[in-house]
């Protein structure tokens, strides 16, 4: 291979995509246009097709079919913009040679320590090499990882054209983060039969579910007076908006939930007596769970709105994506062909739902079956971001082995 998947991902983690939810358009930060960039020179270099950067800030490409044999279009998609949550700017990865199961130092002078007792799973990869933040960042293996993994396994068929396979589609996609990455996906240009997205967790990971998803933004509406005279007339849009999530279950937060348990995330929390705002995401696999979460929210600002006055309280509650597995279960070829390519190669699949949301749940709404398969990457969002090489080169020949299989079929 002419650039190592190691090689690409730290160039990429580099470049800083971070997106921004307040913003309004697509993308929601112009700095995500400097990777697609990038981007489409490489593709360009390689001799692709159809090599195409929009105003939105997609990017999509085609590697031509060397085969006369009639083989699905498959696409692989990954996304540019790494998380809000965390700064994206001086990504630093740094390279822990031949891990040893012991505390990684990630930033002495802040005593920032990537512990395997905080972080257990750190122990599978005793004796494989990893890259780290360094404690001010996140790493952006979230989902870097997936666009060095795809352009590298591209990289591989472009060099070595006796490899046959069929018409293979590859996009690059912005503001996946904040819940719009297939807002302004083009899938008819796009033009695959289905697609698989390289994006996020550790080796073996294949999820063909995920969470229904909601946002509700809320607004209340206070009134302040000096606290001297202030009974029987201050309203204190804070303690309000206390009350508020005081009413929602504790047992259904993000920190009491795991496998198929949704939640309620209070996402952020901004206040002053005379106005106050918060954010929550809604989470649930099962959609009459989620819908059950939906209309629990909204009783909860009907009451306090009869108890506080008209209006007192405004929200706005939108559905955001919904559980791929209605769309992709007719064509469940597509997961049982991934699942078979990591058998092939020695890797212990690990079929899950996704606690989270990702591209290929909107893309299968619009027409576009498309599961996810592991990109290797642990604790995305944050400084304890990481992610084992061997499991990214891993992940590039998962790519080759589905296009191989489909071309024997």
Same mark, same amino acid.
């Given at each position: ?21 307040? &913003? ?12 697609? %960039? ?22 999509? &490409? ?20 790494? /998380? ?10 740094? $390279?822990?040679? %031949? ?19 905080? =972080? ?23 989902? @870097? /990882? ?6 590298? &396994? ?29 807002? $302004? ?17 550790? !080796? ?5 579910? +995920? =969470?229904? /998803? ?6 209340? +509406? ?17 303690? !309000? ?11 259904? *937060? ?27 995401? !809604? ?7 989620? @819908? ?10 009907? =009451? ?6 008209? +209006?007192?309280?405004?929200?706005? $509650? ?8 209605? @769309?992709?279960?007719?064509? %469940?070829?597509?997961?049982?062909? /991934?699942?078979? &390519? ?11 739902? !996704? *606690? ?54």
């Amino acid at each position: 291979m002419i650039s190592t998947v190691y090689d690409r991902f730290v160039r990429y983690a580099k470049i800083d995509t971070q997106s921004n939810p307040d &913003a309004e358009g697509c993308p929601s930060t112009k700095k995500q246009l400097h990777l697609a %960039k990038e981007l489409v020179k490489e593709l360009n270099s390689f001799g692709l097709k159809d090599v195409s950067l929009d105003e939105n800030g997609y990017v999509m &490409a085609t590697l031509p079919s060397n085969t006369d044999k009639k083989i699905p279009k498959i696409g692989f998609i990954a996304h540019m913009d790494t /998380a809000p949550d965390m700064s994206g700017e001086g990504v630093e990865p740094q $390279l822990v040679k %031949k891990y040893n199961g012991k505390d990684i130092i990630l930033n002495k002078e802040k005593n920032i320590i990537l512990s395997p007792n905080d =972080f257990p799973e750190l122990l599978k990869y005793v004796g494989q090499d990893l890259y780290t933040t360094n404690g001010t960042t996140l790493l952006g293996a979230d989902d @870097k /990882a997936g666009i060095a993994e795809i352009m590298t &396994a591209i990289e591989h068929l472009v060099e070595h054209p006796e490899i046959k396979h069929g018409e293979i589609k590859i996009g690059f996609t912005p503001d996946e983060e904040i819940g719009r990455g297939a807002d $302004l996906f083009d899938v008819k240009k796009f033009g695959a039969d289905f697609a698989y997205t390289l994006d996020g967790g550790e !080796i073996g990971e294949l999820e063909y579910e +995920n =969470f229904n /998803a909601s946002m509700a933004k809320i607004t209340i +509406n206070g009134r302040n007076v000096h606290p001297g005279t202030a009974k029987n007339q201050m309203i204190n849009s804070i303690m !309000i908006g206390m009350e508020l999530n005081s009413m929602l279950p504790v047992n259904e *937060r993000p920190e009491h939930t795991e496998n198929y348990e949704g939640f309620f995330m209070l996402m952020s929390f901004k206040g002053t007596v005379e106005e106050t705002s918060l954010m929550y995401i !809604i989470r649930d696999h099962d959609m009459a769970k989620f @819908k059950k979460k939906n209309e629990l929210i909204k009783n909860v600002v009907d =009451f306090l709105n009869n108890k506080y006055g008209k +209006n007192t309280i405004v929200m706005d $509650l939108k559905d955001q994506y919904y559980n791929m597995k209605e @769309k992709v279960e007719p064509v %469940k070829h597509i997961v049982d062909t /991934a699942e078979q &390519a990591m058998l092939e190669l020695g890797i212990k699949p690990k079929i899950q739902a !996704i *606690r989270g949301g990702t591209d290929g749940s909107r893309l299968s709404y619009m027409g576009l079956p498309t599961p996810n398969i592991f990109a290797g990457g642990h604790n995305f969002h944050g400084k304890y971001e990481y992610i084992p090489l061997q499991s990214m080169q891993k992940a590039v020949d998962v790519i080759l082995k589905v296009i191989e299989l489909y071309t024997k079929k």
